[in-house]
């Protein structure tokens, strides 16, 4: 179903949310090929770049879930998302910065690819995912980082974009376990006196 | 997650200019926080932080930020701030790993690292059966050679020599020389090699290292030959590279 043909502007958010629930629940993975080739990845760019805060969430989510699958991402790069996901990250709501950041994760995956992301201007969107309040994305970006820190020619281009920054606040992660311990059984009521 | 953000910053130190904003030296070579006046609260925080994590319980974490240190103490232009940041805790962790006479020299297994700066805190997994001891002694053995490579890269620069002994290096220097680890042992030669290049240095090195370095005295039996000190007299000896010991002489 192809979302820019629906006659009515009314259908699109619908169509847009159950785009994003299926990618959400795992069902691209059955038939991924299927799925892009009814969706088509330039018009989830173009619900990317729109004006409405709402679509440009929703292409954010869809297209981060496509790139959890690393056999989907290079359609998504021939259909031109890089650029986009990483300019719109720049004026996005944070919702949305957090999913385009994840996508960027997903892509940096292929080594043959973090040159291209450090070029367009990617690393801004991964050192703000390190430096966020939530552990799994934290954990996650610095991993990216690290990956992308690989390659000599990116170490520098990671530091000037403030890495420094998210390796402190990584450096002084303290878990907070909840630990849960058994409380002993009491002991055994003394046995009343034989009569 | 801590492992992580020491892997990333071990990776980033081993590009030349990051070396410099770690340690937080300015361009001008002039030391720009720390260790001495005109502190950037930035780059504070960073020798903080990663001090924290080579003082860290976990293997992996140690192992992999003092391999940053050690990539700091290549260039010269950061002993100074290596040094303000109270570098003697390097020659306590050597110290603490040192065999005792029942074990010898520790593991010998060679860390794996990857030609792309590959850390040298990785685990050596189990997936082929590997125990998980095997994982815990490599880790050692990456956590001291990566201590001595840092106090040899210290050690090359002459102006750092009183604290360096001040702070134990010696000992500890002479601890690793007695690993089974070649690198290691080889990297602890150069440190002492580098402390005795140095006129004021040979009375101390040699307070701690006579039984080598004393020509005719013996060692467990064995007499050794007068040594040559031209090599002991060339200074800036650096050891590079985690996973080889390539030898650069500075400029």
């Known amino acids: 179903m192809d979302p820019t043909k629906q006659k009515t502007h009314k259908r699109i958010p619908q169509v847009l949310a159950a785009l994003c629930n299926l990618s959400l629940s795992g069902c691209i993975g059955q038939d991924p090929a299927r799925f892009l080739k009814a969706v088509d990845v330039g018009n989830l760019v173009s619900f990317l770049c729109s004006a409405d805060v709402t679509y440009r969430l929703f292409g954010a989510v869809t297209l981060g879930n496509i790139a959890s699958d690393v056999s989907l991402q290079a359609p998504i790069v021939r259909g031109g998302a890089l650029t986009p996901l990483i300019t719109i990250a720049n004026a996005a709501d944070l919702e949305t910065q957090r999913c385009i950041a994840y996508s960027l994760c997903n892509l940096s995956a292929n080594p043959a690819r973090r040159g291209a992301i450090i070029s367009e201007g990617g690393l801004p969107s991964l050192i703000s995912l390190a430096c966020s309040d939530h552990p799994v994305d934290q954990r996650a970006a610095l991993a990216t980082l690290r990956a992308i820190a690989a390659d000599p020619d990116h170490r520098r281009a990671v530091v000037e974009a403030g890495a420094l920054e998210a390796f402190s606040l990584g450096a002084r992660y303290a878990s907070h376990g909840v630990g849960v311990s058994a409380c002993p059984s009491p002991p055994p009521p003394p046995l009343p006196p034989k009569t | ?251």
């Not at chain 2, 070579?29 to 001090?51: C, F, K, W």
């Not at chain 2, 297994?109 to 050596?124: H, L, Q, T």
């Open chain 2, 1 to 251: 997650m801590r492992r992580e953000a020491a892997r990333l910053l071990f990776a980033l130190s081993l590009n030349e200019l990051n070396k410099l904003d770690v340690a937080g030296v300015d361009m001008g070579g002039s030391s720009s926080g720390g260790g001495g006046g005109g502190a950037n609260p930035a780059t504070a925080e960073v020798a903080n932080d990663l001090v924290a994590l080579a003082r860290s319980d976990d293997p992996s974490c140690a192992c992999n930020a003092v391999g940053a240190l050690a990539n700091l103490s290549e260039n010269d232009a950061t002993h100074e701030r290596l040094l303000g940041w109270g570098a003697s805790f390097l020659s306590e962790l050597a110290l603490e790993n040192a065999p005792t006479p029942d074990e010898g020299g520790g593991g010998g297994a060679a860390n794996k690292e990857d030609a792309n700066g590959g850390s040298p805190g990785e685990m050596v997994e189990g997936g082929d059966g590997q125990p998980a001891t095997e994982g815990m002694r490599s880790m050692e053995v990456g956590l001291v050679r990566e201590v001595t490579r840092c106090l040899a890269n210290l050690a090359g620069n002459y102006a750092t020599h009183e604290k360096l002994l001040d702070g134990g290096a010696a000992d500890a220097l002479v601890g690793s020389l007695k690993r089974e680890d070649a690198v290691t042992a080889r990297f602890a030669a150069l440190g002492l090699a580098n402390l005795a290049g140095q006129v004021g240095g040979i009375v101390s090195t040699l307070h701690f290292g006579y039984k080598l370095f004393v020509p005719g005295t013996s060692v467990g039996g064995q007499s050794f030959k007068p040594c040559s000190y031209s090599w002991a007299l060339t200074p800036w000896l650096f050891c590079r590279g985690a996973s080889n010991c390539r030898l650069f002489a500075s400029p």
